[in-house]
Nanobody, 126 residues
Framework: QVRLVESGGGLVQAGSSLRLSCTVS????????MGWFRQAPGKEREFVAG????????LYKDSVKGRFTISRDNAENTVTLQMNNLKPEDTAVYYC???????????????????WGQGTQVTVSS
């Protein structure tokens, strides 16, 4: 069974940085598009960032543009989310997701993604 395992969450002060990582436990013949979503207490899960299967295009939620960067290492089956200048409103559980298919592209739609990680908590204090 394929699993996505996130790591790197934690408690930081506003203005700090965190780097989240997600490892896919098994390699397939085709690379998935990968995405990061987050869910704050009492709110719906929302898209944060995504990256195409071939690492040639990225997609971001407007409020994280310029602060967050998504990247991938297909040789290592990992995707990372570098988060800089964190704000209290970034506090949430962050989820990694994978979308398989023929040359899949990044999407902000949850329904596009086939596999999900268990989530990692990010807490930003003011």
């Amino acid at each position: 069974q394929v699993r996505l395992v996130e790591s790197g969450g934690g408690l930081v002060q506003a203005g700090s940085s965190l780097r989240l990582s997600c490892t896919v436990s098994r390699r397939f013949s085709n690379n998935p598009a990968m995405g990061w979503f987050r869910q704050a207490p009492g709110k719906e899960r929302e898209f944060v960032a995504g990256i195409n299967w071939n690492d040639e295009s990225e997609l971001y939620k407007d409020s994280v543009k310029g602060r967050f960067t998504i990247s991938r290492d297909n040789a290592e089956n990992t995707v990372t989310l570098q988060m800089n200048n964190l704000k209290p409103e970034d506090t949430a559980v962050y989820y990694c997701a994978a979308h398989y298919g023929t040359q899949p592209i990044a999407s902000d739609g949850e329904h596009e993604y086939d596999l999900w990680g268990q989530g990692t908590q990010v807490t930003v204090s003011s």
